[in-house]
């Protein structure tokens, strides 16, 4: 019952509500709007590792299209469809390539889908532009997936 508490004061305070592990409860919508909420609704080192992937994102790939769905950001090409999605852990970031399997090299993190690889950024970790953003050129170029 504990848990409930602070959810139940963030909602009251119109705060975004954090669901388990740290999520941030955004209302799904499209374009930089909702995505900005979400980056800025992350907890602790999060938020700013969210800025800077968001910020790279953007400056790497045109025509960029963003949404929240699913209580996570996701990033597309306009008629391609989504490449890449964001979600917040307890202990880290989960990026979903969708078609990751396609990737070179592949992100490692295997998932129950065989095109999508996921890459998890803990505290420690850093922010490794260059590898990152190597990924997100080549993800873009890929057919998205479409919700």
Request: aromatic share 10%.
């Amino acid at each position: 019952m504990a848990r409930n508490g602070p959810n139940k004061t963030a909602k009251a305070a119109g705060e975004p509500v954090l669901l388990s592990g740290g999520n941030p409860q955004i209302p799904k919508g499209d374009g930089d709007a909702p995505v900005q909420a979400y980056i800025a609704a992350m907890p602790g080192w999060k938020s700013d590792i969210g800025r800077q992937l968001d910020a790279l994102v953007t400056r790497t790939i045109p025509n960029l299209q963003k949404a929240v769905k699913w209580n996570s950001p996701l990033y597309g090409v306009e008629g391609q469809g989504f490449f890449l999605g964001v979600h917040c852990f307890a202990k880290y970031i989960k990026l979903a390539f969708f078609r990751g399997a396609d990737l070179d090299p592949m992100p490692p993190v295997a998932s129950k889908d065989p095109n999508t690889r996921y890459f998890h950024i803990h505290e420690e970790d850093g922010f490794d532009e260059a590898r990152l953003a190597g990924w997100i050129r080549q993800a873009a170029r890929q057919p998205g997936w479409e919700p």
